[in-house]
């Protein structure tokens, strides 16, 4: 496998005629969404031997929109130089070489559509944009000309490689034209033959026309009539070729001498050879071309499918073509392509690179017409990394373009051995996860809820699962069978299924041997199994433990519940996050220790992450769930969310995160230490997944359509950017495409945004152009995907450019009312009803038959006739005749003095024109009077008309009709939006649940429970389940208190409790654990209190500490740990130990009389009433069962702090109830833990107020050496004359600055090599406190008599003189140097094989070159070692020996930390050197002795040499 660095890029640009150019010597560009990335071609690509000859080395980064064109200067010298144009109006000129940009302008007012580098005149870039503008641009004199040719969309241009003049346009509508810009854009030739779309213009690479023998007279198929104007023959006219490819299906050649055409070239239609799309999805056809500069008598072209053609124009009069890669099946494109550039490769290779629509990138070899090689890339956010467990180094990708990509990383052939799956996905792919063990299978998720499983191994579509999610698929697992599942018999159930979550909170069962039978939501067994009654929360993450017992959910609220199998028992809840779980990985199971695959890693919206040990939880198996609120280590560095975590399967304890900061950070857990820091990336990281093969090698995908493959040995940085790096970093992925102002869209209502999975509705109009969208959207909507999420909260964040120190919460928001607004004013013309009537005050009111009284003011002769007419009807008895009849129809306005049948007609024909007129509330009066009320309501229900009068008098029709009537009412305020009408309407005819539901589904949750409350009997369980969803989506939207409110409404207090709490703020969380006290919810309340009081304690606000405490009675223990904390601070702030001052300390912390022990227990007795031995005991076991993780170096100090008045609480409580065995162990737990923070300052605090006397009062309370108690009061001890060793040595060493150095650099814990390598330096705490205070709690007019107390001191050293000690820390010592050995074999193993492939001396970090410096220098190690490396078999045996001698050491000598005991004989022997005669000979000699049997480490050997000769 290559050891070097890859990138899998985004997708070139489609639909653009020239955005991808490459330069002799192996250079090619194509531009990708905004950007242009760089590959090197050949042998100058440094590609490892036997593999493609190419690499993507860089891209060049500044254009805020979609480049559009992309060109390299081609003249000698200035291949470095290339321009390109984008759709944020400007063109730029770049170095490739900086990746910077030389100049730009920014003279088109629209979208550039087409740009050329003219291969003849050196400084001159030439752009069109769709208005038809051509803009001339010198660079070198940054001067410009402007031609206005045809008012038509350009679509390509070319300059002529021959004359420096002459530039060819091709438009949108097929018109060609040959323009000459020294003469103002004048038009040469206008070229007519094509009917659509110009894609491509390509001049004949030779000058003059007897390079093709074409009968011009035969082939010309347009009349003798010139398309030009008639110019005298200049040599400039005179000869030479241009062939064009249009969307019109052909290629023309064109003659410039005679100004036509002189052949067409018909694309033929070739059966698809197994191409990898959907047969039945039609595709636009783009036809580009290249005309080889070595055979101009031939001809490459595009086609319809994805194939490349060779065309021979020797024989014009037949089609004659050959086709690319016709022997090998499956090596052409299997979409249309969109580029081709040839390139020249410094072997003298022609090649030529082609760009499609299937996304990759293809390299053909111009001598045999075969592929070379492909590199592919991503059309949208990669979303999702998987390794497979079976199949080493098979990587899966899941992408936003709707495909998921399998990436062979071992292969030896080919660096991009990568397999795309289609079929059957049609969606964004947000989640994936291989089969443990069953090879290729594959499953995968997606953005619109689908899950299924794939097998890579065959061409069949993928199963898929019947059971969709509502939302986005978050997550997938595979895991032990669970109940239902799990109740078959052994052959009838798998061994293994499927879990999902999704994004509307629920985890789904599949069985992937029934995909098309039901899923099961786990939620209902966990119910069962745990008999919850509240409402379980939102899951948002699922992540097994590998043996298969233990899953953990994580949670929108930010808890991570820990459940066991066979019944998903509720074991453990971790209160952390307090946001949106995004990610838990569990440490895998082949650590150096097994306790190790008890750690579990997490990450959410906040950017801190947790790892916690869960090893005594899971074995002690507790009856009811335990809480944790104390994280076994914590990660802090990014400043955004965490978005994934992935442990590494070669180290112990090393994990990767990826976080919306755009950075991933590899740390080292156990030490909570940042290791190296990724910056490559352009965007938010959204995955991240460990090389399984090579410990130095990690992947990552983000939302920049990139994945990268990087080294952690050669990154720059260890930690995340802070400060100016984060706005930096900021600004470059801002340069990512800006939201463009779309159509409004509210945020969608999904507030568990997770990785922020986008609602795909992009544009119809792009889609419809793009193909299947199987095949992934095109790269248009690939932006519109990346523009629309910049930040959760919006574009607030683009405007202020701030770091962002932990991601926003995205805003939901109650489902858009649907705005069907003037639906039904459109249909009709008339305003409102109202309106007419509110005019009648100025205007008379309007005539209800007005052509009826029209007709009665006609002329005097019509009305003559109209009273003979009448006459005639009236007074003929027998039947009217034909004529009469005819003459009645017609003056329909006689039927007022003729029968009820006239009479009908004219109302009829009146109510016609009152309609035609937009005036149906006269018509309906007029159907009124005819009587035929029930009709008037069917005809305005249809048409959408009807109104409050009609309805009211609806009940003269009868009471069913006045049901329908109001029912149809409804539904049309429906259709108008007025929901809350409507609903009032449907109670007047008692529908109470109708009204409800109707209020309910368009989100007025308020009106539908007062309705509800006010008509339904109480105990309705519509009622509970309106007060449980308005709840629901108001905690999405953030608005707490009112959705606590509503979980009260509905007796849900523990969820009103926990939602309170959400906001994390100590306001929020006091009067959550207030509610959940007055509910009865102790335990909830307590942990709430507890959370509000540790907020309130890191403000430093220790009155409100105490107060929140109170809320509880559990916490009473708590309350006085909190107490000591407050004395402990006042007395370090007053000893100026402490920099941030506190102003509010409770009343009873500012007396400071007396021994300090004796103050607290003053407090205690004074404050908290604790006076009797029962209730020292009760607070005894309050707080024993708390259990804190050791310290580290990087523990935050008032983390610290809190710890150690932990333990020092329970020291002083065990000493008030006599249990002095306790309270020794809790005084060195205290000890330990500041000695293991390496802050010293503290340590000795702790001495001074909790020993002022030394430890011999507790050692006559000890029963006596044989006690088990004596092994750690034998280590307090040792630590408590450690550290006045330490003080009298900087007493001496005051006056003499050179030492002091040396001083401060022996105290370090020598627990690790690199610790212990690092002696001389020390933390930036000790450093400082040692500054100021050199010496504390010494007067110096005690100097004289110090003598005498340090003599009797440094006889007292003897007991660190401890001779097992030393042995177990010598091989603890030796175990580590070997493993750090081991790990720089490794590293620089691999860096060699990094050297061979890569040349990157600057990369190096100063202080990996410092390390290897160390390594090999000189005095370091003896001359011997240096000189023979140990062998791998030699460093194994010394291994074992070390770990068989400490397994031999009693564990009461193990289990209680030691002071470095030759630490201690280096300091005594230099103040012995120092200070003659201070120690006694027989002690030098001791230590002398100890430094010769066990300074053989690499760290001591130097010292010892020192002093020991």
């Known amino acids: 496998m290559g050891q070097d660095p890859r990138t899998l890029p985004p997708s070139p640009n489609w639909y653009c005629a020239r955005c991808s150019d490459a330069v002799p010597g192996g250079l090619f560009g194509f531009a990708a969404r905004t950007s242009v990335f760089l590959v090197r071609v050949g042998p100058s690509a440094g590609a490892i031997p036997g593999t493609p000859p190419f690499r993507v080395i860089g891209e060049l980064v500044g254009h805020t929109e979609r480049v559009s064109g992309f060109t390299f200067s081609h003249h000698p010298g200035q291949y470095n130089l290339c321009a390109t144009s984008s759709d944020d109006g400007t063109v730029k000129i770049w170095d490739v070489e900086t990746k910077a940009v030389v100049t730009e302008h920014a003279l088109h007012q629209h979208t550039i559509s087409a740009l050329h580098w003219s291969p003849q005149v050196k400084d001159l870039i030439v752009s069109g944009d769709e208005k038809g503008v051509v803009f001339c641009y010198w660079l070198n004199r940054n001067d410009s000309q402007h031609h206005f040719i045809e008012p038509r969309t350009i679509f390509c241009l070319t300059c002529s490689p021959h004359h420096e003049d002459l530039v060819a346009i091709g438009y949108k509508d097929g018109i060609v034209v040959i323009i000459d810009i020294s003469k103002k854009g004048e038009v040469i030739h206008r070229l007519r033959g094509h009917d659509d779309e110009i894609h491509s213009i390509a001049w004949c690479p030779l000058p003059g026309e007897d390079c093709l023998s074409i009968n011009q007279e035969e082939n010309s198929e347009e009349p003798e009539i010139p398309n030009s104007k008639v110019i005298e023959q200049t040599p400039v006219t005179k000869g030479c070729y241009l062939a064009t490819g249009s969307k019109d299906q052909t290629i023309r050649i064109w003659s410039c001498s005679r100004g036509r055409g002189v052949m067409i070239l018909k694309l033929p239609f070739l059966k698809r050879r197994g191409g990898g799309i959907d047969p039945t999805v039609k595709e636009r056809l783009w036809l ?119 990436w062979n990383t071992l292969s030896i052939k080919n660096n991009y051995d990568v397999k795309n799956f289609w079929q059957g996905v049609k969606s964004k792919v947000t989640a994936l996860c291989w089969h443990p063990a069953k090879e290729g299978c594959l499953a995968f998720g997606t953005d619109d809820g689908k899950v299924g499983l794939y097998d890579t191994y065959s061409n069949k579509p993928p199963q898929i699962s019947s059971t969709y999610h509502k939302k986005t698929v978050y997550t997938l697992a595979w895991g032990p069978p669970l109940p239902p599942i799990s109740l078959g018999g052994e052959g009838d159930r798998p061994s293994l299924t499927l879990y999902s979550c999704g994004g509307e909170g629920i985890v789904l069962q599949h069985n992937p041997w029934k995909l098309g039978g039901e899923a099961y939501d786990i939620n209902k067994l966990i119910r069962d199994t745990n008999s919850i009654k509240y409402k379980l929360p939102v899951h948002t993450e699922i992540s097994w433990k590998a043996d298969g017992k233990i899953m953990a959910l994580g949670n929108e609220d930010g808890s991570i519940e820990i459940f066991q199998v066979p019944n998903l028992k509720l074991i453990c809840t971790i209160q952390q996050h307090h946001k949106l779980v995004n990610t838990i990985s569990w440490h895998h199971e082949h650590g150096s220790q097994p306790e190790l695959s008890y750690l579990m890693a997490s990450g959410s919206n906040n950017a801190v992450i947790y790892v916690h040990n869960l090893k005594t939880v899971i074995e002690s198996n507790p009856e009811a769930p335990v809480t944790i609120t104390e994280p076994y280590r914590t990660l802090s560095g990014h400043t955004a969310k965490i978005t994934s975590v992935a442990w590494s399967p070669h180290h112990d304890g090393r994990l990767v995160s990826a976080s919306y900061d755009g950075t991933a950070q590899v740390w080292d857990s156990l030490r909570e230490e940042p290791l190296c820091n990724f910056r490559g990336h352009r965007g938010r990281l959204l995955c991240v997944a460990w090389s399984p093969l090579d410990p130095d090698c990690i992947y990552s995908g983000a939302d920049d359509f990139c994945v990268y493959k990087w080294l952690t040995s050669m990154q720059e940085h260890s930690r995340p950017p802070q400060g100016k790096k984060s706005i930096e970093l900021e600004k470059k992925r801002l340069s990512q495409p800006k939201p463009k102002p779309k159509k409004k869209k509210k945020p969608t209502s999904r507030a568990p945004v997770k990785q922020e999975v986008y609602d795909g509705n992009e544009d119809e109009s792009i889609r419809e152009s793009s193909g299947p969208v199987e095949n992934g959207v095109s790269d248009q909507e690939g932006e519109e995907e990346a523009r629309e999420p910049e930040f959760p909260s919006g574009v607030a964040s683009v405007a202020s450019r701030e770091p962002v120190t932990c991601a926003p919460v995205s805003l939901g928001f109650e489902k858009s009312k649907v705005t069907v607004n003037n639906k039904v004013t459109l249909l009709k013309k008339e305003p409102p009803k109202e309106k007419p009537e509110s005019l009648t005050k100025k205007r008379k009111a309007r005539s209800m038959l007005p052509l009826t009284t029209s007709l009665d003011h006609r002329s005097k002769e019509e009305l003559h006739q109209d009273c003979l007419v009448l006459a005639t009807a009236k007074h003929s008895k027998a039947e009217l005749n034909e004529e009469v009849s005819a003459d009645l129809e017609e003056r329909f306005h006689l039927g007022l003095f003729t029968d009820r049948g006239a009479l009908y007609r004219m109302i009829e024909v009146e109510g016609k024109g009152h309609l035609e007129n937009g005036h149906p509330e006269l018509f309906h009066q007029l159907m009124l009077w005819k009587g035929d009320l029930k009709g008037v309501l069917q005809t305005a229900a249809e048409r959408g008309e009807l109104t409050d009068s009609l309805v009211a008098m609806a009940p003269v029709a009868g009471y069913h009709v006045w049901l329908w009537a109001v029912e149809a009412f409804a539904k049309q305020l429906c259709f108008q939006d007025q929901y809350v009408k409507a609903a009032s309407h449907l109670l007047s005819i008692h529908k109470v649940y109708e009204a409800v539901e109707l209020l309910k589904s368009n989100h007025f949750y308020r009106e539908a429970i007062a309705v509800a409350k006010a008509r339904l009997r109480p105990e309705d369980p519509i009622l509970k389940d309106l007060y449980l969803t308005w709840g629901a989506i108001l905690e999405k939207d953030g608005h707490y208190a009112v959705a606590a409110k509503c979980y009260l409404g509905a007796a849900s207090a523990y969820d009103a409790a926990k939602v309170l709490s959400k906001k994390g703020d100590a306001a929020s969380l006091k009067t959550a654990a207030e509610l959940a006290s007055i509910v009865g919810e102790n335990e909830l309340s307590s942990s709430l209190a507890l959370r509000c009081a540790q907020e309130l304690l890191l403000a430093r606000n220790w009155v409100g500490a105490q107060e929140a405490l109170k809320l509880h009675e559990s916490l009473k223990g708590q309350r006085l740990v909190f107490c000591l904390l407050e004395l402990l601070s006042k007395h370090l702030e007053e000893r100026q130990l402490l920099e941030a001052k506190s102003s509010s300390y409770n009343a009873w912390a500012t007396g400071t009389a007396g021994p300090f022990v004796e103050r607290v227990t003053a407090v205690w007795k004074n404050t908290f009433s604790l006076e009797s031995p029962e209730q020292y005991q009760a607070a005894l076991q309050q707080l024993q069962s708390i259990k804190y993780p050791s310290a580290t170096n990087n523990t935050p100090s008032k983390q610290l702090l809190l710890h150690i008045c932990h333990d020092l609480t329970l020291a002083v409580l065990s000493q008030q109830v006599a249990s002095w065995d306790a309270a020794v162990e809790a005084l060195l737990r205290a000890v330990v833990r500041s000695y293991d923070s390496g802050n010293f300052t503290i340590m000795q605090e702790v001495h001074s107020a909790f020993l002022p006397e030394g430890c011999d009062h507790l050692k006559h309370k000890l029963g006596g050496p044989q006690s088990p108690i004596t092994p750690a009061f034998k280590s307090l001890e040792a630590f408590f004359i450690y550290g006045h060793l330490y003080e009298f040595w900087w007493s001496l060493s005051r006056h003499c600055p050179k030492s002091s150095v040396w001083v401060r650099a022996a105290h370090r814990r020598t627990t690790s090599v690199e610790q212990s390598q690092q002696i001389n330096n020390a933390t930036l705490e000790e450093t400082d406190s040692r500054d100021s205070q050199p010496e504390p709690n010494r007067p110096p007019e005690l100097d004289v008599r110090l003598t005498e107390e340090s003599k009797q001191m440094l006889i007292t050293c003897k007991e660190l003189f401890s001779e097992k000690h030393a042995s177990l820390q010598n091989s603890q010592r030796t175990v580590a140097e070997v493993q750090e050995t081991l790990a720089e074999m490794i590293r620089q193993h691999q860096k060699s094989q990094v050297c061979k492939s890569t040349t990157n001396g600057p990369d190096k970090n100063e202080s990996e070159q410092a390390e290897e410096q160390s390594l090999s220098s000189p005095q370091n190690e003896c001359k011997e070692e240096k000189n023979q490396p140990l062998s791998l078999p030699e460093l194994t045996k010394r291994l074992t020996e070390a770990n068989e001698k400490i397994a031999k050491f009693p564990e009461s000598v193990k289990i209680w930390p030691f002071p470095d005991v030759l630490e201690c004989c280096l300091i005594l022997l230099h103040i012995g050197s120092q200070c003659p005669g201070s120690v006694t000979q027989d002690m030098q000699q001791q230590a002398q002795e100890l430094l010769q049997k066990y300074g053989n480490t690499k760290v001591y050997k130097r010292y010892c040499e020192t002093f020991c000769t």
């Open 288 to 406: 580009t071309l290249h005309w080889p500069k070595d055979q101009p008598t031939q001809l490459v072209s595009s086609c319809f499918g994805g194939e490349l053609l060779l065309w021979d124009l020797t024989q014009s009069w037949r089609r004659k073509y050959t086709l690319f890669s016709a022997s090998s099946e499956g090596q052409n494109h299997s979409r249309i392509v969109f580029n081709l550039c040839p390139l020249q490769t410094e072997d003298d290779k022609q090649l030529l690179l082609s760009t499609s629509m299937d996304r990759d990138v293809k390299c053909w070899d111009m001598a045999t017409l075969e592929c070379c090689w492909t590199l592919p890339s991503l059309g949208g956010f990669a979303y999702s990394l998987a390794f497979s467990p079976v199949d080493m180094g098979c990587l899966a990708i899941g992408v936003g373009d709707g495909m998921i990509r399998v």
